[in-house]
């Protein structure tokens, strides 16, 4: 079985300024940049993982660099751990989408799993992407530990409801995610 340390990226300027970012690609912040550097020094002296997998994205790429500097590992992009794409609605605050599209962004929080975000993707659509990315994770690695740097949205298509601040980390064992369809509640 295949153990996974999740980590959602750290802060991004857009996290910083309550714009939501999909597949748009904001560096980190300078908080960010420290909350990275503070993740790093725990993880060093507590763990000795695989690999260090990432997604392209920017602020999760930046987020493993750092990590990977104190783990002894090169990061190794994959574009399947990247965040829902969220479409028209990137960069924008979560007041003005739900002012401009309400019924959308009613189905959004209702957790609608087949509504395309901004025109984007679906969470059905994210949780095929994230299992099928988890699944050949494991078919690579087998069992063991890896470090994955990825999205919230990304770590809710497996674990729906999560909430994991920037830099937060959640362990998710391979064997543990099932194929089901997504609930409403996503």
């Known amino acids: ?30 908080a960010g940049r420290l909350e990275a550097e503070a993740l ?5 002296r507590e763990e000795r993982p695989l690999a260090l997998v990432t997604s392209d994205l920017r602020r999760a790429r930046e987020t493993a660099a750092v990590l990977g500097a104190a783990l002894g ?32 962004y009613a189905r959004f929080r209702a957790g609608d799993p087949e509504l395309c975000l901004g025109g984007g993707e679906s969470r059905r659509a994210l949780r095929a992407r994230a299992l099928g990315a988890v699944r050949a994770l494991e078919a690579r690695f087998g069992a063991g530990e890896i470090v994955l740097v990825t999205h919230l949205g990304w770590l809710r298509a497996l674990r729906p409801g999560l909430d994991l601040p920037n830099a937060g980390t959640l362990w998710l064992e391979s064997a543990g995610l099932a194929e089901p369809a997504l609930e409403a509640a996503g």
Do not use: F, K, V, Y
């Open 73 to 104: 590992l090169a990061p190794e992009p994959a574009p399947a751990l990247r965040e829902i794409e969220i479409g028209c609605w990137s960069g924008r605050a979560t007041e003005e989408i739900a002012r401009t599209w309400p019924a959308e």
């Open 1 to 30: 079985m295949l153990r996974l340390l999740c980590i959602r990226h750290a802060q991004s300027t857009w996290n910083a300024l309550g714009r939501w970012q999909g597949q748009a690609d904001p560096p980190l912040s300078d």
């Open 40 to 44: 790093a020094a725990r993880l060093s």
